[in-house]
């Protein structure tokens, strides 16, 4: 069972259109982290939220922390076809070696 | 930023063999050090984590044996594939940690024949 829930797990959609992507848990993490990778690369980190309740804004992505720091979502507003890529959730527990807790993995894909 | 590297970023080898690879943070001393494997379109999955010095912590399921882990300093970390089959073959990533952050390597994209 995977500590964090990551839904959906592909998505396919035309260029303009928005979309959610969701994580979820019954724990409480210290942080959480959203990533995105390329094929064949490693993971780039997009954003961290700390705070309970904490709405990040990157261009067209924004970011929320839950207030119980259980969950989080990450919104594009107006995909573009540069915005396909694996999109992963992580979560810091707050252990002392920083082990991050991975969710399953969004594969989107956006046609032009 | 802080940059982490892996080498080789790619190898092929025949069943049987070893494989090491090799993980550095540039510009920075890690703390920890991570190793994860990846299959096509899932998410990273935790192999272990090291700390300079001392032995390798595994996760549950990963064979020791198999996946060796030297973290010989606070910027080098290897993990070696021993007596590698084709169901070895995967994409490992390395991360290393300082102050509880991540930097992710490149990968090395393993392939056993």
């Known amino acids: 069972t995977q500590l964090l829930e990551q839904s959906p797990q592909f998505l396919s959609i035309q260029e303009g259109e928005n979309l959610t992507v969701y994580c979820n848990s019954s724990s409480v993490f210290s942080s959480l982290q959203w990533y995105r990778q390329e094929p064949g690369e490693g993971p780039v980190l997009l954003v961290t939220v700390v705070t309970g309740g904490e709405v990040k804004k990157l261009k067209r992505l924004t970011f929320q922390f839950g207030d119980a720091r259980k969950d989080s979502s990450l919104h594009i507003t107006a995909a573009q076809p540069g915005d396909t890529g694996l999109y992963l959730c992580?979560?810091?527990?707050?252990?002392?070696?920083?082990?991050?807790?991975f969710g399953r993995g969004t594969q989107l894909t956006v046609w032009p | 930023g802080a940059v982490v590297s892996q080498h080789p970023s790619w190898v092929i080898c025949k069943s049987g063999t070893s494989v090491k690879i090799e993980c550095r943070s540039l510009d920075f001393q890690a703390t920890t050090m991570f190793w994860y494997r990846q299959f096509p379109k899932q998410s990273l999955m935790l192999m272990a984590t090291s700390n300079e010095g001392s032995k390798a912590t595994y996760e549950q399921g990963v064979e020791k044996d198999k996946f060796l882990i030297n973290h010989a300093s606070l910027t080098l970390s290897t993990l070696t594939v021993t007596s590698a089959h084709p169901e070895d073959s995967s994409f490992y990533i390395c991360?290393?940690?300082?102050?509880?952050?991540?930097?992710f390597g490149p990968g090395t994209r393993l392939t056993v024949l």
């Open positions: 991360s290393a940690s300082i102050y509880n952050e991540q930097f």
């Open positions: 992580a979560g810091d527990r707050g252990s002392t070696l920083g082990r991050l807790y």
